[in-house]
């Protein structure tokens, strides 16, 4: 081989791995995606709500299906620089377009499922 083959060999397996330093880490950001949705804000929801309401108390639903129109769900998740994962869904069900039910995974403390 040519001299200049090796080193385009040698460059292109370089780029392949990142070398491991002992006693250093590479930087992991936390990555939040969805809606962040906690117990105080579902604690605000009463039944009656108006769509309006429930969405200047929660913010925007990331899912809002056309065919469920009456069903709003919130969606969030979290990734953590050590790679554990949170989740979370909240569903909020409206009937002729008030608040009658909420469920998931955040309910406003001291509420039984």
Known sequence: MTRSAILILAASLAGCGVPRIPGITPYKMEVQQ????SQDMVAQLKAGMSKDQVRSTLGTPLLID????ERWDYVYSRE???GAREQRKLVVFFEDGKLVRVDGDVVP???GR
């Open 34 to 37: 969805g809606n962040f949705v």
């Open 66 to 69: 056309i065919f469920h129109g």
């Open 80 to 82: 953590l620089p050590s």
């Open 109 to 111: 403390a001291g509420a």
